[in-house]
């Protein structure tokens, strides 16, 4: 299974990579719709409603890849402006107000339309950060500097949690997350606020006040994702990455973050 993983890892890396570095600048704009589309056919599987058969789960996916590509290569500029300013409200409003609150009342989605609703407020305000962050300057560095959030604060959690790890945070939801996991993951972010700060420029906007609420965004959209799965009664939300599960369970936190860190860049520097 590591052996799997890390070779999954590695192909998705060179993938990022090249989209990024050296392929044309569109590709960015089909890498970041492939993966809204995949992770809504997997979001559409976590409920039986009648509308998620396989045949509809799949046109459903292609039609919301291929819409919110086409936006985005081919809309007019004041069209995909306001999509996501509007979809950075929303999903800033979300994140911030009725996840918390969902995670604690435990609420779950019997609604068919309510879950196909929740779904593009998961993914579209998620891509239209992925697609934005990328053509700030110094593109692509602040999309990766964003990006990074919940990969420096899973790695703190982890090395965190594994070492004195006691106090569950979530037992009922995620069991291996703990108290002590956050407290590593919120070092490792207040070092991160230090080396952008002296990075300079656009990248002070992500200080410490806004690494941290990040950083509690960033456990919000993991343990969101893990209450569906649990509700669903599945472990991962498909077998897409080989060793990693499935799109969602590896952009969950991204999912959550991103839209927020975008907001709250585009206030920094409006200030």
């Known amino acids: 299974m590591l052996v799997t993983r890390i070779k999954t890892a590695v192909v998705l ?27 809504f056919w997997e979001w559409l599987r976590l409920t039986p409603a009648p509308y998620t058969s396989p045949i509809a789960r799949i046109v459903l996916a292609l039609l ?18 306001w ?28 609604q068919p339309f309510v879950h196909f609703i929740v779904g593009l407020v998961l993914l579209v ?17 602040l999309l990766l500097a964003t990006m ?16 004195f790890g006691k106090r569950k945070l979530a037992p009922a939801i995620s069991p291996g997350k703990t108290w002590e996991g956050v407290a590593g993951a919120a070092v490792c972010m207040m070092i991160y606020a230090i080396a952008m700060n002296q990075v300079g420029g ?20 993991d343990l969101f994702e893990s209450l569906m799965k649990r509700q669903a009664g599945i472990k ?3 077998q897409l990455l080989p060793g990693h599960g499935g799109v969602l369970d590896r952009i969950d936190s991204q999912l959550s973050v991103l839209p927020v860190a975008l907001l709250m860049i585009i206030l920094a520097v409006g200030h």
């Open 64 to 81: 919301l890849g291929n819409v919110l590509a086409a936006l985005a290569l081919a809309a007019p500029v004041f069209m995909m402006a």
């Open 236 to 238: 991962d939300s498909s």
């Open 202 to 221: 656009i990248f002070t906007a992500l200080s410490v006040p806004v690494l941290l609420l990040l950083l509690v965004l960033s456990v919000t959209g």
């Open 13 to 39: 890396f060179v993938l990022i990579f090249l989209v990024l570095f050296v392929l044309p600048g569109w590709t960015w704009i089909v890498f970041a719709s492939l993966l809204a589309g995949l992770g």
């Open 83 to 110: 999509l996501t300013g509007i979809s950075l409200l929303v999903g800033s409003v979300f994140w911030l107000l009725v996840v918390p609150l969902w995670l604690v009342k435990r609420w779950e989605l019997r």
């Open 148 to 163: 990074a959030v919940p990969w420096i604060a899973d790695i703190g959690a982890y090395f965190a949690g594994k070492q």
């Open 125 to 141: 305000p998620a891509w239209c950060a992925l697609v934005s962050l990328k053509s700030v300057p110094p593109e692509p560095w």
